[in-house]
């Protein structure tokens, strides 16, 4: 992985984890949108800007990529490249939640 890549996307925003998370099947970004919302209990909205701006720098990054349109949506999907930074990203969160756990115990 490009040292540019991880500079950039880990620690990874919210929204980034959620789209790349969405992608793991091929989806656009009205129905990435709506399944954040839903998987979230509607405590995140993503807003049509942040989420076309967020898929545009993915795209031009390699983490995902368009796949094909439907009904005029671009339809993404994520690359190798956005599961290695998706992977990532789970992981330090899991060494985030597990310290967590360890000095609550203390």
Avoid: W
């Amino acid at each position: 992985m490009d040292a540019h890549i991880k500079k950039v996307y880990v620690p990874m925003t919210e929204t980034g984890f959620y789209i790349l998370c969405c992608l793991k099947q091929p989806n656009h970004g009205y129905g990435i949108v709506q399944r954040v919302k839903e998987i979230t209990e509607g405590e995140l909205v993503l807003t049509p800007g942040t989420m076309y701006g967020s898929l545009s720098k993915m795209e031009k990054d390699g983490l995902i990529v368009f796949v094909r349109e439907e009904e005029k949506r671009k339809v993404y999907q994520i690359t190798d490249l956005g599961m290695e930074v998706l992977e990532l990203e789970i992981k330090r969160i899991k060494r985030l939640y597990r310290t967590m756990n360890e000095m609550i115990v203390m």
